[in-house]
């Protein structure tokens, strides 16, 4: 579509903060690691809590998770990953689901469910997802040039964000980030504004123009079109993660949404968008 809509021209020097995607844009989430790390928490669950053969687990694991998406995610809200292991586990020890239609009646099922064991449960899942998906080596470098002059955070659509935090530490980030936002702490998902207005207060810019906010993000809908909407400038990482098993990934820019301010096909891209330091009033 380039020279058919001249993109916005994007000025630097008004850029004082950076946000961030974090699955596909910092993290590529390749569907190998993915199943890998989801089946390593099936047989950790399955046998800490003695629920007999991981197989079962993971077709619950996946039906509760679809059922998620249609509940929450498509009404504006994270899915809760503990609802979700409270579910699989009571379903595990004999409660029939719900019809895929239906809903949970969540006091019977948390009647199923030590809250330990859910405690137990979700750091098993931090824990593998952390050892299970590889830190992308470039990106420390990038997070430390932008950090030298600007705010910079991540800002995430994602059900746990212990496990984000977690990531972040292992991946020596921690230092360069201002602000970790993350949808299952806000209660709001990209593209909704209100989660990129807790992104303002979290990187302590409350009231700042939001002009002088960039996102950056590889889903149209939830990163470009939602900072766009919100008054910040969106740089779109153009999908580099073929099969990806997030929600989202891969989506194309639909008719009516807002443009990105800037397009790039690499991460390290950005640093040539930002070259001019963030400057006057
Ligand atoms: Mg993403």
């Known amino acids: 579509m380039a020279g058919v809509t001249p993109l916005p021209r994007l000025d630097p ?21 993915f199943r890998a790390v989801v089946a390593a928490v099936a047989v950790d669950t399955c046998h800490r809590l003695a629920l007999g053969d991981p197989g079962p687990f993971l077709v619950a694991w996946a039906e509760e998770r679809d059922r998620q998406v249609r509940e929450d995610v498509t009404e504006g809200r994270e899915m809760d990953l503990g609802r979700r292991f409270a579910r699989v586990i009571a379903r595990r020890r004999g ?20 809250p330990a064991e859910l405690t137990w449960a979700l ?31 991540i800002l995430s659509n994602w059900p746990h964000a212990p496990t984000i935090e977690a990531f972040v530490v292992r991946a020596g980030w921690r230092p360069y980030l201002a602000a970790v936002v993350v949808s299952a702490d806000v209660g709001a998902i990209k593209p909704d504004a209100s989660i990129f207005r807790a992104a303002e207060a979290a990187l302590g810019m409350a009231g700042a123009s939001p002009a002088s906010f960039l996102h950056v993000g590889d889903d149209p809908r939830a ?18 993660n073929p099969g990806s098993p997030l929600p989202g990934a891969g989506r194309e820019p639909e008719p009516g949404d807002p443009p990105a301010d800037v397009e790039i096909d690499a991460l390290e891209e ?8 963030p400057g006057g009033g």
């Open 13 to 33: 020097r008004a850029i004082r903060a950076v946000t961030f995607d974090f699955g596909d844009t910092l993290v590529p989430v390749s569907p190998v690691a």
């Open 123 to 153: 750091d098993a899942y931090r824990d593998r997802w952390v050892a299970g998906i590889p830190v992308p080596p470039g990106v420390a470098p990038v997070l430390a040039v932008i950090a030298a002059t600007r705010r910079v955070g």
């Open 270 to 277: 950005i640093l040539d968008v930002l070259a001019e330091p």
């Open 223 to 240: 990163d470009v079109a939602g900072a766009r909407r919100a008054g910040w400038r969106a740089a779109w990482l153009h999908a580099r």
């Open 95 to 114: 409660m029939p689901a719900p019809r895929a239609e239906d809903r949970w009646d969540d006091t019977e099922v948390d009647a199923a469910v030590d």
